[in-house]
């Protein structure tokens, strides 16, 4: 059985490159169905093994697995006693889930410009979205891209306000020499299949906090003060007690079976994506005004996401060059929206943020996994390029 699965063909014989796959084999199908024979699928000793496998990766004291990236960051907010009244600060370029976890808790988020070279917050940005209400800071180190959290930090720290990073994309990056996640307060880390790691649905917190690691294991599971795998190998029968109203937002052991392989595997995938970004750099270096994701200088990207930002004289829209990649079996995106944009927000004060809207109509996502082939990169470039400089033999 093959599972590398890069190449697909289409109706019309184009074959046809992935925007993103997970990179499985059969390391995660057989972890999976030894959990499935063991008849113990609910969250327990794999979840315990994930959590380990991810803190010593991303080497933070404490790691708790959740069911999702958005549950993570639901989790940041309730943690931190974020309600109705407060503000938090959470760039609008950015996918929905950073701005929703703080409508989830019913209070309002105030919308941050991001940097043009690294599409992140700053501490400057941030500095300037502050109010009189402002509780936190959603920092996102967006694609994989690290945010500069040594300056947010310090202004977090100055202002006494919780800091919540969204790392969902950045399991691998490096922050100033550390990996994402290793000094955080809390981090929360997605392994959706568009990310890096992947097992279908989860997430994890990390934080070098163990009275709030406490606390989120107990969140995650009703607000049960005992876990499932102690009440399990306790002879006598536990008083259980539910110590506040806490959410089901567990990880199975089935997912986290899979977490396990696909943990011993990042060095590998980053390694791997790193490479074909290198390529990206050299095939697209051509195209005058062309920006891509690269590494900022305060840290390294994991490139979960190759972004490519087309300069304002490319001779086609953004939308029309999807397009033509798509004739050509290619799959791309367009870059994220911006959060205030979006009907859902169309509540909240209008904010005008240039840059962040800029990035939004101008970017797209080209595809970037582990078996892509110098071939397939090759394809991308050409359209690319092609488009570039003669639009109208790629238009016809
Ligand atoms: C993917 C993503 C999330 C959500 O993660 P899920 O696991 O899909 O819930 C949140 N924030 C950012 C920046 C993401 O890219």
């Known amino acids: 059985m093959t599972m590398t699965g890069s190449v697909r063909r289409s109706t019309r014989g184009v074959r046809q490159i992935a925007m ?22 609910g ?40 309600g109705p009244g407060d503000d938090v600060v959470v760039p609008s370029l950015s996918f929905v889930a950073s701005a929703n976890a703080v ?13 043009p070279r690294h599409h992140n917050v700053t501490a400057a940005t941030v500095e300037a979205a502050l109010t009189p209400a402002t509780k936190a800071v959603i920092a996102v180190h967006q694609y994989g891209t690290p945010a500069d959290l040594e300056p947010i930090r310090a202004l977090a ?32 880390f997605s392994f959706h299949p568009c990310k890096v790691l992947v097992t279908g649905e989860g997430g ?23 876990s499932t795998v102690d009440r399990h190998h306790e002879r006598s029968p536990l008083t259980e007690h539910y110590l506040e109203t806490g959410f089901n937002y567990r990880l199975t052991d089935i997912q986290a079976a899979i977490g396990v392989v696909q943990a ?15 390529r990206y750099h050299e095939l697209l270096g051509e195209v005058p005004g062309l920006t891509m994701a690269a590494d900022p200088e305060h840290g390294e990207t994991n490139y979960q996401t190759f972004w490519v930002m087309l300069p304002d004289d490319y001779p086609v829209s953004r939308d029309t060059l999807l397009r033509v990649l798509k004739r050509h079996g290619i799959n ?18 209008p904010v005008s943020l240039p840059v962040s809207e800029h990035i939004a109509r101008q970017s797209l996502l080209l595809p970037m996994f582990h078996t892509m082939t110098e071939d397939d990169q090759q394809r991308v470039a050409e359209v690319v390029c092609g488009t570039g400089s003669d639009p109208r033999s790629f238009l016809e």
């Open 204 to 226: 994890m917190i990390a934080t070098r906090d163990a009275t709030l690691a406490e606390r989120l294991r107990r969140l995650r599971q009703h607000g049960l003060g005992v």
């Open 157 to 188: 720290r100055d202002r006494g306000l919780a800091l919540v990073e969204d790392a969902a994309c950045a399991i691998g990056s490096v922050h100033r020499g550390r990996p994402v996640g290793a000094d955080s307060d809390f981090a929360a």
């Open 264 to 278: 011993s595997k990042l060095p590998a995938m980053v390694r791997r994506r790193r490479e074909l970004a290198r």
């Open 20 to 41: 993103t796959l997970p990179w499985f084999d059969e390391r995660e199908v057989v972890a999976a169905a030894a959990v499935v024979q063991s008849g113990w699928v």
């Open 332 to 349: 791309a995106r367009h870059g994220i929206p911006c959060a205030h944009e979006e009907p859902a927000f169309s509540d909240l004060d």
């Open 103 to 115: 409508r989830q808790v019913g209070a309002t988020p105030v919308f941050a410009e991001v940097d």
């Open 43 to 82: 969250q327990g000793a794999r979840v315990a093994e994930f959590e380990d496998a991810v803190a010593s990766l991303v080497e933070a004291p404490y790691a708790v697995a959740v069911s999702s990236g958005t549950t993570a960051l639901h989790l940041g907010m309730v943690a931190h006693g974020i």
